[in-house]
């Protein structure tokens, strides 16, 4: 048991890390002890990792704002497993979202003009800050697996005209299937590998003052199933197709795409804005062999902080993945202090990145997200099983067996007084101690 490690953050926004610990032992205990128990034989899910987005706005505040000196720092302390937390899932907007300077596409063109052939289309925005952040992050991670999501096809194949509104007119499926390939391919010319995309990110969502666009479920299998699917095979892509890409609340959308779009889709991507997780489990049993990714959940300062804050992304990201899900991804990974930059007519932004990085100042502050995501992605490895543990509304908990032998568990006491706990794993007793009322901890056995 000399190999034990814990970390623990106090919800104070303070984390710190004890190594060579055999136990943990409770103190001044006045209730009986909340058993976990690991059984390491019963498996679910692999993973495939922890991270955020590279926006337009984090890509900039991070390539433009910073210096030299504060960028390495950042970039070090977010991807490398040695000096940092380990991240290893970036999941990019494919041309503008709502956090970007300008709004933009891979083939913008004069309004009246078509471009069937894409005889304009470029990622040459993506050049000055995205692809060299991207190209940096593998360096220091070479498990980091790559995931690509529009808000909005290019304006002039849309029914609105304008990359706001609208939906993608059908006479320009196929052109939009091309501009998929166009843009894995680009990508792959730089070194980069797009993993899985998504054909629409929140297709039930058509916002009026940022990129959207409406793909209802109908619609997402005829593209999929007719155009997208048949452009990967035919060019030898192996970029996975992720359909859904939006809440919980509508499980009826990725069962209706799995069940008629077939093998065109490699499984389903989510988000937390509406719904709950178990909605991810629901589908997976009607679809076993079908993979399960949560793709976007932001903060913000419609939840309190700190704790209220830090609390929601540990309850929620350890229900995420006793869900089946490869991955947790959150946001934007950086914001400023006006928590943008976004495109213009956006309005108030309350969303919070994994990093605050003032534009006045060019402070850099870690913020809550940074420290809940963590518990998670330093220790997790990319490949790692997860395996039973016993967890209930007042201590949660999920473990995982590393590629290399390691036991990680994380448990959150979601309760409001302190809860004494031991962890036991086939029989014997590893870890007795105290957990703090709304605290996080994550052990590690080697």
């Not at 495939?48 to 890509?59: I, L, R």
């Not at 903060?299 to 700190?306: D, L, Q, T, V, Y």
């Not at 006793?322 to 990974?333: A, E, H, I, Q, T």
């Given at each position: 048991m000399k190999d034990l490690i814990i970390y623990q953050s106090n919800g104070e926004q303070e984390l710190f890390v004890k190594k060579g610990i055999h136990q943990v032992k409770a103190s001044n205990t006045t209730a009986d002890s909340i058993i976990v128990t690991i059984?390491?034989?019963?498996?679910?899910?692999?993973?495939?990792?922890?991270?955020?987005?590279?926006?337009?706005?984090?890509?900039?505040?991070?390539?433009?704002?910073?210096?030299?000196?504060?960028?390495?720092e950042l970039m070090e302390t977010l991807f490398s497993r040695d000096k940092g937390i380990g991240l290893s899932v970036l999941r990019n907007p494919m041309g503008a979202s709502d956090y970007a300077r300008e709004i933009y596409s891979y083939n913008d063109i004069d309004a009246g003009e078509t471009d069937f052939q894409?005889?304009?289309?470029?990622?040459?925005?993506?050049?000055?800050?995205?692809?060299?952040?991207?190209?940096?992050?593998?360096?220091?991670?070479?498990?980091?697996?790559?995931?690509?999501?529009?808000?909005?096809?290019?304006?002039?194949?849309?029914?609105?005209?304008?990359?706001?509104g609208g939906e993608l007119k059908e006479e320009c499926y196929q052109v939009y299937a091309a501009y998929f390939v166009k843009y894995i391919q680009a990508y792959k010319e730089h070194g980069l590998s797009i993993y899985a995309i998504t054909p629409q990110n929140e297709p039930l969502y058509v916002p009026d003052h940022y990129p959207g666009s409406f793909m209802?479920?109908?619609r997402q299998v005829e593209f999929i199933k007719n155009y997208l699917k048949p452009n990967f095979l035919k060019f030898g892509l192996n970029t996975k197709i992720l359909c859904y890409d939006h809440n919980?609340?509508?499980?009826?959308?990725p069962l209706h795409v799995l069940d008629h779009a077939g093998d065109g889709v490699d499984g389903v991507a989510w988000h937390w804005y509406g719904g709950e997780p178990a909605a991810q489990h629901q589908v997976?049993?009607?679809?076993?062999?079908?993979?399960?990714?949560?793709?976007?959940?932001?903060?913000?300062?419609?939840?309190?902080?700190?704790?209220?804050?830090?609390s929601n992304v540990l309850r929620t990201g350890i229900e995420i993945?006793?869900?089946?899900?490869?991955?947790?991804?959150?946001?934007?990974?950086?914001?400023?202090?006006?928590?943008?930059?976004?495109?213009?007519?956006?309005?108030?932004?309350?969303?919070?990145?994994?990093?605050?990085?003032?534009?006045?100042?060019?402070?850099?502050t870690y913020t809550l997200d940074y420290y809940a995501l963590a518990h998670f992605s330093k220790f997790v490895q990319p490949k790692a099983v997860r395996i039973a543990t016993t967890?209930?509304?007042?201590?949660?908990?999920?473990?995982?067996k590393n590629p290399d032998g390691s036991i990680v568990t994380i448990l959150f006491n979601d309760s409001d007084e302190m809860k004494t706990v031991q962890l036991i794993q086939q029989g014997n007793e590893i870890l007795h101690c105290n957990l703090a009322a709304k605290a996080a901890m994550t052990i590690l056995k080697k």
């Open positions: 059984d390491e034989t019963e498996t679910y899910q692999e993973i495939d990792g922890f991270g955020a987005s590279f926006t337009d706005s984090s890509a900039y505040l991070i390539n433009q704002v910073l210096d030299k000196e504060q960028r390495t894409l005889e304009q289309f470029t990622i040459e925005h993506d050049l000055e800050d995205i692809i060299p952040l991207l190209k940096e992050a593998v360096a220091l991670n070479p498990d980091i697996k790559l995931m690509a999501s529009p808000w909005s096809p290019p304006a002039w194949m849309k029914t609105s005209g304008s990359m706001k209802p479920a109908e919980w609340d509508r499980p009826d959308y997976q049993m009607a679809f076993p062999n079908k993979e399960v990714h949560f793709t976007e959940g932001s903060g913000g300062e419609w939840i309190p902080a700190f704790e209220p804050a830090f993945l006793r869900n089946d899900s490869k991955s947790f991804v959150l946001w934007n990974m950086a914001l400023d202090e006006e928590n943008g930059p976004f495109v213009p007519g956006f309005g108030e932004s309350t969303c919070r990145g994994i990093v605050k990085i003032e534009q006045k100042t060019n402070a850099l967890s209930d509304e007042v201590i949660r908990s999920v473990a995982f």
